[in-house]
T-cell receptor, first 116, second 108 residues
Framework: GAVVSQHPSWVICKSGTSVKIECRSL??????MFWYRQFPKQSLMLMAT?????????EQGVEKDKFLINHASLTLSTLTVTSAHPEDSSFYIC????????????FGAGSRLTVL | AQRVTQPEKLLSVFKGAPVELKCNYS??????LFWYVQYSRQRLQLLLR??SRESIKGFTADLNKGETSFHLKKPFAQEEDSAMYYC??????????FGSGTRLLVRP
């Protein structure tokens, strides 16, 4: 399957600052990547679909101005949490769909954000 | 509404005992269902999907449309099966809806 790398794996920031999380597809050119969010002891919630060369598609209830997604190349998508607040503290996970026929996602290891 | 329900947060069994992780779904169309697993300190990965009707690491799952279920089963649990298991439903295009997960603990 595809190899997906996320960076940083964890980050602590002050309230009001912005944090950028990178998701790289190391061995596959991904036109589409997905960003999920996971609260402690809860399920993964799809935040947005990142499309290479175009605007991301956000799920209902996800603030696009709060969570900026950029997919400038076929191997890199970034998620920027702007003006972070403690309630944004969460585990952010990206994934890549390599085999469209099988609908199988390959996940990154996730990035844990803690906002103080 | 599209929904995946995993009623058990924790399932604890002894090694060698049978395991059944429950998953029920709500979907108006023809469902595609998956089981993903996350071992300790590892990333989420695909375990199996109902379309392929395969057995992976001794686990099987049968789609029961009448009961809207996709329970994950293994006849004899091993300690290395201890992990977090997520049932997922393909809702549209590439969108997956995940259940809340069940932590399986296999005791020696």
């Amino acid at each position: 399957g595809a190899v997906v790398s996320q960076h940083p794996s964890w980050v602590i920031c002050k309230s009001g600052t912005s944090v950028k999380i990178e998701c790289r597809s190391l061995d596959f050119q991904a036109t589409t990547m997905f960003w999920y969010r996971q609260f402690p002891k809860q399920s993964l919630m799809l935040m947005a679909t990142s499309n290479e060369g175009s605007k991301a598609t956000y799920e209902q209830g996800v603030e696009k101005d709060k969570f900026l997604i950029n997919h400038a190349s076929l191997t890199l998508s970034t998620l920027t949490v702007t003006s972070a607040h403690p309630e944004d503290s969460s585990f952010y996970i990206c994934s890549v769909l390599k085999d469209t026929g099988a609908n199988v996602l390959t996940f990154g290891a996730g990035s844990r954000l803690t906002v103080l | 509404a599209q929904r995946v329900t995993q009623p058990e947060k924790l399932l604890s069994v002894f090694k060698g005992a049978p395991v059944e992780l429950k998953c029920n779904y709500s979907y108006s169309g023809s469902p595609e269902l998956f089981w993903y697993v996350q071992y300790s300190r590892q990333r989420l990965q695909l375990l199996l999907r109902h379309i392929s009707r395969e057995s992976i690491k001794g686990f099987t799952a049968d789609l029961n449309k009448g009961e809207t279920s996709f329970h994950l089963k293994k006849p004899f649990a091993q300690e290395e099966d201890s992990a977090m298991y997520y049932c997922a439903l393909k809702a549209s295009s590439y969108k997956l809806i995940f259940g809340s997960g069940t932590r399986l603990l296999v005791r020696p």
